[in-house]
Nanobody, 118 residues
Framework: QVQLEESGGGLVQPGGSMGLSCAAS????????MGWYRQAPGNQRELVAT???????NTADSVKGRFTISRDNAKNTVYLQMNNLKPEDTAVYYC????????????WGQGTQVTVSS
């Protein structure tokens, strides 16, 4: 059974930095895209960034230049480094792993709250 363990999150001031990590277990993730989505109150869940096992990334325009996604395939772990955080980045951040060719193999973490406020 696939399990995703997220860590990081909390309160940070505008302009600050924060890192999130998500460790996946219960399967081989060689052909899984790993990534982060977020959902703010009243909004739909939206893509933040994803990364394939080969290192190809897809990053939302709203966070380009500020957020960096990376991945350690040996540890089945995906990271999100968030810099220059803004109040509008406040949301619950969800880790996701999805098979690149069988998208029904799609798993979500429990979510971690990121609050950007002074």
């Amino acid at each position: 059974q696939v399990q995703l363990e997220e860590s990081g999150g909390g309160l940070v001031q505008p302009g600050g930095s924060m890192g999130l990590s998500c460790a996946a277990s219960g399967n081989s993730f060689n052909f899984y895209r790993m990534g982060w989505y977020r959902q703010a109150p009243g909004n739909q869940r939206e893509l933040v960034a994803t990364i394939t096992s080969g290192g190809n990334t897809n990053t939302a325009d709203s966070v380009k230049g500020r957020f960096t996604i990376s991945r350690d395939n040996a540890k089945n772990t995906v990271y999100l480094q968030m810099n220059n955080l803004k109040p509008e980045d406040t949301a619950v951040y969800y880790c996701n792993v999805r098979h690149q060719w069988y998208p029904r193999n799609d798993y979500w973490g429990q979510g971690t709250q990121v609050t950007v406020s002074s």
